[in-house]
């Protein structure tokens, strides 16, 4: 059973590596038509889409030199399904169709999604960033919304959102939903909850029904008051198209060395990494402008007090990880977009 929200706000869901292999060898265990099935299950009530994988020739199980062939058509045909697949409701839900799932026979559900909800009861646009994973898994278990006992429950992409509308994650945020929805299966009564390893897709959505953006603050702190992420707007740091601090910098930048002061911040954990936005003029960011900003603010943070013990990997990312594509299809720049994609991260590790 595949689950996968197929929302505007996540990329085009996609197999990973790992699945197809195991789909493979789903496929050929399978002894006569109907005994491979698998289906695929979306986010708004629509009837799952079923897709047999066991390989034919005709009516009959195909045993010959053609089986390993017609396996390999049966899952681009189930890719194809999933490509296809759209969300029929306007919000976030995540737990809606993993409760369809799991009134399916069958112990194997594995959902394809970013994990992001605006569906009562984990409606993340007012539970915020600071949530425990913990506490809300228990007041879904509490309301008894679904059971996902004897079923095996992995998760793919959590975390990795698309589309021109919600923000990407930072790294924090997709570990909290990672823990987040283990939580919540476990507390379910699965017998199995896992993360799935494989790189996620980015591929654009094909969805284009509108659905609410979850909003990613420019900074995370911790329990204890102590920040974990923050993320600088360049306009703030640089002069335009230039690695050259502006005067008020010094501004944005000293509360990190005071925060890695008092927070007691471990040896070599205080990363800086910059991100330009992209363009059609150089895509591959040939002057390392992103590698030159995140050099600056290190260097900066160093002249404000920050002991070199703590600074640890100082990199460039170029325009390769968009808080929001900024980019159109037809090659058309959006400003609104490459404002926020113009950044310096900084992450502090305690």
Not at 73 to 83: F, G, I, K, M, T
Not at 153 to 159: A, E, I, P, Q, S
Not at 185 to 203: H, L, M, R, V
Not at 231 to 241: G, K, N
Request: proline residues 7%.
């Amino acid at each position: 059973m595949l689950v996968s929200p197929s929302t505007s706000a996540e990329p085009l869901p996609t197999i990973p590596i790992s699945l197809e292999t195991e789909l493979v060898a789903y496929a050929k265990t399978s002894k006569k038509p109907g005994h491979a099935i698998v289906r695929i299950v979306s986010s708004g009530g629509r009837p799952a889409v079923e897709r047999d994988l066991t390989p034919l020739r005709g009516k009959e199980v195909e045993n010959g030199s053609a089986r390993d062939r017609k396996i390999r058509e049966n899952l681009a045909a189930l890719q194809a399904d999933l490509a296809t697949i759209q969300a029929s409701s306007p919000g976030l839900d995540v737990i809606g169709p993993l409760d369809v799932a799991s009134q399916y026979p069958g112990s194997r559900i594995v959902f394809l999604g970013s994990g992001l909800s605006t569906a009562a009861p984990v409606d993340m646009t007012q539970l915020g960033w600071n949530f425990d994973p913990s506490a809300v898994a228990e007041s879904v278990h509490r309301q008894g919304l679904f059971d996902l006992t004897s079923k095996d429950v992995t998760f793919y992409g959590l975390g990795v959102t698309g589309g021109a509308v919600q923000p990407r994650l930072p790294a924090y945020a997709r570990k909290l939903l990672e823990e987040l929805w283990i939580a919540v299966c476990q507390k379910a009564g699965a017998a199995g909850c896992t993360i799935g390893k494989g790189e996620p897709s980015t591929a654009a959505p094909k969805a284009t029904l509108s659905v609410p953006m979850v909003p990613v603050p420019a900074a995370y702190t911790d329990a204890s008051g102590c920040p974990v992420w923050q993320r600088l707007d360049d306009a703030v740091l640089f002069e335009a198209d230039s690695a050259a601090l502006t005067q008020r910098a010094d501004d944005a930048l000293r509360p990190v060395v005071l925060s890695a002061e008092r927070c007691a911040v471990s040896e070599g954990s205080v990363a800086v990494v910059g991100h330009i936005a992209a363009t059609l003029s150089d895509p591959s960011d040939s002057s390392n402008l992103s590698g030159r900003r995140a050099r600056a603010v290190a260097d900066r943070l160093l002249h404000l007090g920050l002991p070199p013990k703590l600074l640890g990997a100082i990199e460039g990312r170029g325009s390769s990880e968009p808080v929001l594509p900024n980019l159109a299809a037809d090659g058309q720049f959006i400003e609104s977009a490459a404002r926020q994609n113009r950044r310096v991260e900084i992450f502090l590790n305690r």
